[in-house]
């Protein structure tokens, strides 16, 4: 069979590439790398099973819709704790204290909207993709151009930021090349969608979503302990610790400029709006039944995404306490191995030698395959459904074109980003996360709320302010510090602020406003008057089950 | 008066939006406020977050932080319980009287 030979070539390939690596090796962890071999052989069985059960494109796109609101809600706790928020929050912690704490808040705060506001009509009328929802009363064509693009824009952000990390942290741990680890990285992650699609991926991520948990809990769990499970304990004795003193108990600037406060709120915007723009996240509502299972499933992925980052907060103060004073783990230099990031990484040494360290280090590596591959999917189904099955299929449906145009748009996609992985290694990528967010802020998450909620959003209106904002969102962030001055170390930023959300999300909702209700079109009127049915639907789920089948 | 109009002529259909009104908008503005608060106050008056609770090390800024993650857990739970005990009931007999309107 096609499907087998090609999947047998491509694991060929990454044992060839990981066989062929050169680089000297570290003293090799043993827990770490059966654990590892474990996930990988137990996630490709899953996906060979998935790929039997994923015939049609509702399989690839939403599991069939047979997942449960509690296995999505763990799904998207999956999806949402990236190696990044992981090892980079702990790792804030570590060097600053409370302004970590600040991170982790921001990253939680758009959940409570995404259930109050989002997830309950997006399922009612959504069938694959946010574009669905967003073009479901508006013309499809520019509408889906416009979603397809911003959902592109965030997945390749997101995922370039994701895979060099993922290169570096496995260069770190593993003791592989930088290239083989990305390439690596690439090859699974590209084997688990195009094979599996949402089912084998969902999978994926339920796994690392409690291999995460786990971890995380025993550490936090471990740190607690050696302070009497007293918070009061442990903050007197990272104060004693840490050179910064009490500082790290509040925002280390203390004297904050105007452009530093308008960074600050510009960036609590991206957070919070732009969760309710991210494509991959979006979804996971549809691999569910209907709307009361997509409520439960914010409902737990909440609990679990708290929990998380109080975890990693805990983590992040136990790093201070007992890694600073203890020189195995600093260069000559004093900084610590392997950067701040790996604060985390090192903690677990402390606490479980070894063993506990291989734990770690393997469900580290999990949870950046989990992530990326959830963005691939997403990124995918964008070209596949919003793009192709429009613009090429024009809307006349066929499955098998489909569903091939979807595989071979993941395996394009993994491509792209493995060359995107190498070619952005030296660079400091760590903006990229903030630039997917404020872009899903700027972009997805107006058109998505204004479509479902506001009667007088017209297509113009949509397109025009979708765009205005998608824009301002790229030219502003590089334009600003984090681009013009440190990548292409320019002098001084034409624009001053680190995140441009405060401006790009207020132009993109004055954009749509201001288009749409100058729009006195034909196309206009028509769009208003289909608001109506489109709301009750929305409440109500009512016509879902029908759409669904057809 | 078509089907879809037929439904959203239902006094249980308007309950429905009622309610959903009544505690989707509070419960987002109570969310939105309280995270802004904080990045207002991170920005313009950060020394106040540093003063201890107690006696101790354990400053408001911590507190807060903390508390605020704790705050979105039982936003989310309170509109869970509101929804499974008013609007879930309310669906369903929409969905039910919808049937029989066909």
Not at chain 1, 239 to 250: D, L, N, Q, S, Y
Not at chain 2, 37 to 47: G, N, Q, R, S, V
């Given at each position: 069979m096609k499907l087998k030979t090609l999947f047998a070539f491509s694991l060929t390939l990454f044992a060839a590439a990981v066989w062929a690596d050169s680089a000297p090796k570290p003293p090799v962890n043993v827990t770490a790398i059966t654990?590892?071999?474990a996930f990988v052989v137990v996630t490709l069985g899953i996906t060979y099973w998935a790929a039997r059960r994923t015939k049609t494109t509702a399989d690839f796109y939403a599991a069939?819709?047979?997942?449960?609101?509690?296995?999505?809600?763990?799904?998207i706790a999956g999806d949402y704790m990236s190696a990044a928020s992981f090892l980079g929050i702990a790792g804030l912690v570590y060097t600053s204290g409370f302004d970590g704490l600040i991170y982790a808040i921001g990253f939680l705060v758009g959940w409570p909207l995404v259930l109050l506001l989002i997830a309950e009509p997006l399922r009612n009328l959504g069938k694959y993709t946010f574009a669905d929802v967003a073009s479901f009363r508006l013309q499809q064509k520019p509408i889906r151009i416009l979603a397809a693009s911003g959902s592109l824009v965030t997945v390749i952000f997101y995922l370039i930021a994701q895979l060099v990390g993922a290169g570096k942290i496995i260069e770190y741990l593993f003791g592989l090349q930088y290239e083989t680890a990305v390439i690596g990285v690439g090859i699974l992650m590209t084997l688990y969608v195009t094979f599996g699609g949402m089912?084998?991926?969902?999978?994926?991520?339920?796994?690392?979503?409690?291999?995460?948990?786990?971890?995380?809990?025993?550490?936090?769990?471990?740190?607690?302990?050696?302070?009497?499970?007293?918070?009061?304990?442990?903050?007197s004795e990272s104060?004693?610790?840490?050179?910064?003193?009490?500082?790290?108990?509040?925002p280390l600037a203390q004297k904050p400029d105007a452009i530093s406060a308008i960074s600050a709120i510009s960036l609590g915007m991206a957070l919070m709006f732009g969760t309710a723009g991210l494509p991959h996240i979006l979804m996971r509502f549809f691999t569910v039944r209907d709307a009361v299972q997509a409520r439960r499933s914010v409902f737990y992925a909440t609990g679990f995404i708290g929990y998380f980052y109080i975890l990693t907060f805990i983590i992040g103060f136990g790093a201070i306490v007992l890694l600073i004073n203890n020189p195995n783990y600093f260069a000559a230099d004093g900084k610590l191995l392997g950067g701040t990031n790996m604060a985390a990484i090192h903690l677990s040494h402390a606490l479980g030698g070894d063993v506990l360290l291989g734990f770690i280090s393997a469900v580290a590596f999990a949870t950046i395959l989990a992530v990326v591959s959830g963005l691939t999917l997403a990124g995918s189904s964008a070209i596949s459904h919003d793009l192709y099955a429009t613009l090429v299929l024009?809307?006349?449906?066929?499955e098998k074109k489909e569903m091939r145009a979807s595989r071979l748009a993941t395996i394009c996609l993994g491509v792209i980003a493995v060359l995107l992985g190498i070619v952005f290694e030296n660079q400091n990528v760590a903006f990229m996360v903030g630039l997917a967010f404020c872009v899903a802020a700027s972009a997805n998450f107006p058109i998505l709320l204004l479509s479902m909620y506001w009667r007088k959003l017209t297509t113009r209106g949509a397109v025009l302010g979708g765009s205005l904002g998608l824009l301002t969102a790229l030219v502003l962030v590089v334009l600003g510090p984090t681009v013009w001055v440190d990548v292409f170390h320019h002098e001084k930023a034409i624009f001053p602020f680190k995140n441009p959300a405060i401006f790009s999300v207020t132009i993109a909702f004055i954009g749509i406003w201001l288009f749409s209700i100058l729009d006195k079109s034909v196309n206009a009127k028509a769009e208003e008057a289909a608001f109506d049915a489109q709301f009750v639907r929305s409440q109500t789920g009512i016509g879902v089950s029908a759409a669904a089948e057809h | 008066m078509s089907h879809l109009e037929q439904i959203s002529a239902l006094p249980e259909y308007i309950a429905l939006t009622r309610a959903r009104k009544k505690i989707v908008w509070p419960l987002s503005i109570a969310?939105?406020?309280?995270?802004?608060?904080?990045?207002?106050?991170?920005?313009?008056?950060?020394?106040?977050?540093g003063s201890p609770v107690a006696n101790g090390v354990t400053s408001v800024g911590i507190a807060l932080g903390l508390g605020i993650i704790l705050y979105c857990m039982v936003i989310t739970g309170i509109y869970v319980a509101y929804a499974n005990g008013v609007i879930e009931p309310l669906t369903r007999v929409i969905a039910q009287k919808a049937g029989a309107l066909k």
């Open positions: 654990m590892f071999l069939g819709g047979g997942i449960t609101g509690f296995q999505n809600g763990l799904a089912l084998a991926t969902t999978w994926v991520q339920l796994i690392k979503a409690v291999l995460l948990l786990s971890g995380a809990s025993l550490m936090a769990f471990l740190v607690l302990s050696q302070f009497g499970f007293s918070f009061e304990t442990m903050f104060v004693k610790a840490h050179a910064k003193g009490t500082a790290i108990m509040a024009k809307g006349v449906r066929d | 969310v939105i406020a309280a995270y802004f608060a904080l990045i207002l106050t991170i920005a313009f008056y950060p020394a106040s977050l």
